[in-house]
Nanobody
Framework: QVQLVESGGGLVQAGGSLRLSCAAS????????MGWFRQPPGKEREFVAF????????????SVKGRFTISRDTAQNTAQNTVYLQMNSLKPGDTALYYC???????????????????WGQGTQVTVSS
């Protein structure tokens, strides 16, 4: 079992920055691939960013590419570690509940799909004012 706890959300003005953290524990978290998703008010949950277990592969949604950076301080075969989402040049359209997600095994073919992830955190709210 993997437990995920997000933190770092808050209220920020447009153009500002936030760094979200996802503290993961349980099993060999270092072998899990990680994703960040977000759910804007009244909308479906959407993919934001992905990082592979060895940090060699990353992927971003077009809407955040160049502004957001995903990273992790994981060493493979360890049980506790943290994944980050550095968010710069924030826009009101980035307002959402942000979730981190994890999955083991091979990198999924549909890594932007919610269905590809087995574990989810409870979410952290990000609100960007204009």
């Amino acid at each position: 079992q993997v437990q995920l706890v997000e933190s770092g959300g808050g209220l920020v003005q447009a153009g500002g920055s936030l760094r979200l953290s996802c503290a993961a524990s349980g099993r060999t978290f270092g072998n899990f691939h990680m994703g960040w998703f977000r759910q804007p008010p009244g909308k479906e949950r959407e993919f934001v960013a992905f990082i592979s277990s060895n940090s060699r592969s990353t992927l971003y949604a077009a809407s955040v590419k160049g502004r957001f950076t995903i990273s992790r301080d994981t060493a493979q075969n360890t049980a506790q570690n943290t994944v980050y989402l550095q968010m710069n040049s924030l826009k009101p359209g980035d307002t959402a509940l942000y979730y981190c997600a994890a999955r083991g095994g091979p990198i999924p073919g549909a890594l932007t799909s919610r269905a590809s992830y087995d574990y989810w955190g409870q979410g952290t709210q990000v609100t960007v004012s204009s």
